[in-house]
Each structure stands twice: as C-alpha cells, then as structure tokens.
C-alpha cells in the first residue's frame, strides 16, 4: 500500500511537470523528490498509526469435529455434502447389531426380574403364613411341656422323666423351626427393602443399564449438532469408527457468523478499539469493499502461549506469531456468504483520531482491490 502512495505521488508530480511546463533542472527535481519524501512520509505516519491495515487477515469459522460416541462399522453415510444441512439430519450411521443385542437382552432380564420380585412376594406371604403355623405349633409344645413340668412337681407325679424329657424336646425342636421360618422371612424381606429411588435394587439396576444401553444404540445414528454443512466426507460403508476423541471422522462446519479475523501488528494496538469502523476487501471480489466493525481485541498473542512440558520451554519466535488478532464483523451480504469460508482478505480499521486521513486509506484499500483483477501477490 506505501508503494501504491509513492506511485500516486509520482503520477501528480509528473503530471504538474508536464501541465505547467515546469523546467527540469537541479532545483526543480530535488525540491519535488524532498518534497514528496516529507509529505508521503508525514502521510503515511499518520495514516498507519491512526488507521492500522493488515493482509493477513481471512473469513473464520469454528469447525466442530464429529466423533461417534460408541465404537462400530460405518453401514451409511450422507450424501449431502457441501450443502446446508438442518440441525439433527444424519451424519452417517454405524452397524446396530451389537447394540440392539444389548438393549434385547437387558429388556428381557428385566421383564424377568420383575417377575422374580412378584415371586418374593408371593414366598413372603407364604413365610409369614408358615411362621404363623409353627409359632402355634411352638406355642402348643410350649404350654404342654408346661403341663408335663407342673405334674412332676405334684405330690404323685403321673408322668416319667422320659415323658417330661420328650416334651422338653419337641418343645425345643419347634422353637428352632420358628427361628428358622423368622429367619427365611427376614431375608425374603430384607430383599424386597433394599430399595433405590423408591425401587426395588436389582430392577433400578437393570432400568439403569439399559437406559445406558439405549442410549449407545441411539448414538450409532451420529446426526448434525446444528445446522450447517460437513466438507471433506472421507469416511465410507465399511470404515471402522472409534469412539477416541483424538480421531475424529468427519468436521462439521456449524452455521454462524460471518466474521474476519486480522492480524495486525503490535503497536497497532495503540489505536485498535472495539466498535471502531472498518472496511474489508477480499482478494476473490475485485473492485468491492464491505463495511464491518471491529468488534474485540484477543486478549492474548498466539506466539506467547505455552503448555506445560517436560522439558524447559524457550520463547516462541517463529515468523508470523507474533500478531494482535482482532475480530471484524461483517454486515450481512449475500456475496460474503457465498465466499468459500477460511478465504483471505485485507483490512482496514479507521480509528477517531486524525479522521481527515482516513480518506486516503479508504482510497488506497479500493485501489488494492481493484488491482485484485491483475492476479498479484502481496
């Protein structure tokens, strides 16, 4: 852009030379080169510091890689690619044999867990009846071996110690059977108390387990987190998909903002605020110019961020990482959106200060893009 001011400068010159016919001499010549070096170089001060410009600056979007929460083979996958997608069409699908086994399975197991807990039931009420039974029968013994004491304290014991013996004994052997039954149904009624939620263990267990289980299978069916597109399908029926975050299949491209993200250089930020105005060319539109909005500076420089290693970590001075990102967005324009995401441009951000100047950069930006016809690099 300061050659494109240098060459404008030497145009107007030259032009002045020949309207005016002004003699080229030893004065003449060195008054307009010192000339121009004073006021091309006062100009351009004033307009890069007041008015920063980048080319390194490119339409952004967040990608969003896909990857299967479950583990299988690809048995389907969309064929819309590179087109606007609505949020939950499918992505692509994996084999649901293995799953749907699971879920069958698991639905089975609780259908006959259910029973199982009507069966307890049904042997509680017949412990508690069978306790009722044998405490009677305990109770009978009892009061009979009562009877066989109380005679043999009589002055003429009508019974022998055999008889008091026996029922001493049946008395016993009954006692033990009540304890037995209290017992059978203690641990019949301890199964049906342990409880989770208001249900029954084992039956929470296997709704949990299925509930996970359902839940895998409905994740074979990998569908759009939102509406946009996916670029680049490599994957095929047949392709094995793992459940590893560090491998994803496909990239998916939400729909959002259309914004730029500049790099400009450091002392650039004396004068880069957000809300500033700002103006964007693109190298594929020759000859137009977007109006935008600086909307914020990134905090941080991407060549100074660091990760703790095992090792010692030394300065990140490689070329180009050293830039203050800032953020542009651009007002809605159909030709914008249909541009290719992640393509280059230029920008310009046009500060409050000395806002006279700004009109040689709006100037110099339009005739950047317009030289986009001619196929130049920068």
């Given at each position: ?75 389907k996958v969309t064929a819309n690619q590179n ?95 009540v304890k037995g039954s209290v017992a059978e ?194």
């Amino acid at each position: 852009m300061d050659l494109l001011i240098i060459l404008t400068y030497v145009a107007i010159a030259w032009s002045v030379f020949k309207i005016f016919k002004i003699p080229v001499n030893k004065w003449t010549v060195p008054t307009a080169a010192l000339g121009g070096v004073f006021l091309i170089g006062a100009l351009i001060l004033l307009m890069n510091y007041n008015h920063p410009y980048t080319y390194h600056a490119q339409k952004a979007v967040v990608s969003i890689p896909i990857t299967p929460q479950v583990t299988g083979v690809v048995s389907k996958v969309t064929a819309n690619q590179n087109r606007l997608i609505k949020k939950g069409e499918v992505l692509f699908e994996l084999d649901q044999t293995r799953y749907k086994a699971r879920v069958d399975r698991l639905n089975a197991d609780l259908i006959t867990a259910v029973h199982n807990i009507r069966a307890l039931k049904a042997q509680l009420d017949e412990a508690i009846a069978n306790t009722s039974r044998v405490t009677a029968e305990r109770d009978r013994l009892y009061k009979d071996y009562q009877r066989y004491l109380r005679g043999s304290r009589a002055k003429v014991n009508p019974f022998s110690e055999s008889d008091i013996d026996n029922a001493r004994q049946n008395y016993l052997a009954q006692d033990a059977v009540v304890k037995g039954s209290v017992a059978e149904q203690s641990q019949i009624q301890s199964q049906l108390e342990s409880m989770v939620n208001g249900e029954q263990s084992q039956i929470a267990s296997l709704r949990a387990q299925l509930a996970e289980a359902s839940y895998n299978l409905a994740q074979t069916v990998v569908r759009a987190p939102s509406n946009g597109y996916v670029t680049q399908v490599l994957i095929r029926p047949g392709t094995y998909a793992a459940a590893l975050p560090l491998r994803p299949v496909m990239v998916f491209i939400p729909e959002q903002k259309r914004q730029i993200i500049a790099q400009f250089r450091q002392n650039s930020l004396l004068r880069l605020e957000a809300g500033d105005e700002a103006e964007v060319v693109f190298n594929a539109l020759p000859g137009q110019v977007f109006a935008g909005k600086l909307v914020e500076v990134l905090p941080v420089v991407p060549g100074g961020a660091y990760q703790a290693q095992g090792t010692l970590q030394s300065l990140t001075l490689q070329p180009g990482s050293d830039g203050v990102l800032a953020v542009i967005e651009l007002a809605p324009n159909a030709d914008i959106d249909a541009l290719p995401d992640g393509i280059f441009a230029q920008v310009a951000v046009y500060s409050q200060h000395f806002s006279h100047v700004s009109v040689m950069r709006k100037v110099l930006l339009r005739m950047t893009s317009w030289m986009h016809y001619l196929y130049l690099d920068h």
